[in-house]
């Protein structure tokens, strides 16, 4: 590089003196379009912040909040439905709650959101696509809810990562707000893509992933089907800025009407606040509304870096402090994505 001359080392020692905000302005990967959910812990949104109200620090300096608007639509989400036999298997009635789920994040959502439908076990199949109405996408639900173990094509095979990247694929270019809404067990023995095939895809595209798993894979696995997807969902539900919930089933012994819930990826309470134990049909429906506002509504905060991300995926952190004192605002609940992108 030395024998390029005088003109290369001055343009360097330019760039190295310039002001992190001019070279921002020279170079589009500074500046990222973050979706951010800002809730108190029971899932209500926290609305009226403003930028001065989020500090942004990546490796332990800071990044520049440039703005920060609430942002309620329109938005495209893909709902990745898992048909494999192990979801009509166990101890539990996966299949059911599935359905409530997603029949119930699609009659609740705001008319400006979006649907298109996949399913999967051994490979996905596009069922509904952008640009039906709701009506289609309900009635074909419905017609799930006819089907068994024995109409299930390739049995006990799951092909979750490759189903994933097919609904990514549906929402290519991607906009800021896109999400997948993936239910399953996480079992996983059948794809053809890798995991480190998976995680820069979903980086690269900006899509939020959110998980939603009815049953924990408390019980062994079968020896066809391990639940090997359950890692890289956790993990790309945080990196993304999405967010997922895992309901138990019921203990030994205990009612069938009562049931445990976690959540993961970002962590944090996901239960309905009252003084009566919550019923399955309780947390299912309060756990699917409350993803379902997550998607539908964020804050758009738009960050600029002060160095390119490069090589590998960067770990940040972002808050929401009181612009008195600057001082973290605790008590908030925020879903962002834990990982940025390198430049392409």
């Known amino acids: 590089m030395k024998h ?4 290369l ?3 360097a020692l330019a760039l190295a003196t310039a002001s992190p905000r001019g070279f921002a302005q020279q170079t589009p990967c500074l500046d990222r379009m973050i979706a951010v959910n800002v809730t108190t812990l029971d899932g209500t949104p926290a609305k009226g912040l403003t ?10 300096g800071a990044a520049d909040v440039v703005s920060a608007t609430y942002d309620t639509g329109p938005r495209r989400v893909v709902f990745l439905l898992d048909t494999s036999a192990s979801m009509f298997e166990g101890n539990t009635n996966k299949w059911r709650p599935t359905l409530l789920v997603a029949e119930d994040l699609v009659s609740t959502a705001p008319s400006q959101v979006s649907f298109a439908l996949v399913t999967f076990a051994s490979k ?15 009635d074909e639900l419905q017609k799930l809810e006819g089907i068994s173990q024995r109409d299930i094509k390739g049995g006990h095979l799951t092909a979750l990562r490759d189903a994933m990247l097919e609904a990514l694929s549906l929402l290519s270019p991607a906009r800021t707000g896109d999400a997948i809404y993936v239910v399953t067990d996480t079992g996983e023995n059948a794809s053809r893509r890798k995991e480190s095939q998976v995680r ?9 992933l ?23 969902l956790d993990d790309l539900v945080a990196s993304t800025g999405g967010d997922g919930i895992v309901l138990y089933p019921p203990s030994e012994g205990s ?6 819930e976690k959540s993961f990826g970002t962590g944090g309470p996901f239960l309905p606040k009252s003084g ?3 019923t399955v049909r309780d947390i299912l429906l309060f756990a699917s509304r409350g993803l379902g506002q997550e998607i539908s509504e964020f804050y758009r905060v738009n960050i600029r870096l002060h160095e390119p991300v490069l090589g590998k995926p960067r770990d940040w952190k972002l808050e929401v402090i009181a612009t008195a004192t600057g001082k973290k605002i605790p008590h908030l609940r925020l879903v962002y994505p834990r990982k940025l992108a390198p430049c392409p």
């Open 124 to 138: 996905a199949e596009n069922r509904v696509s952008f640009g039906q109405d709701r009506r289609a996408l309900l």
């Open 276 to 278: 009566v134990p919550p």
């Open 210 to 232: 959110f998980g939603f798993v009815p049953a924990a894979p408390t019980e062994p696995p079968l020896p066809s089907e391990p639940y090997d997807g359950l890692n890289l």
């Open 51 to 60: 930028a001065v109200n989020f500090r942004a620090k990546v490796r332990g």
């Open 255 to 260: 009612a069938d009407s009562r049931a445990g």
């Open 4 to 7: 390029l001359g005088a003109n």
């Open 9 to 11: 080392a001055l343009l």
């Open 200 to 208: 820069p895809q979903f980086l690269w595209s900006g899509v939020r």
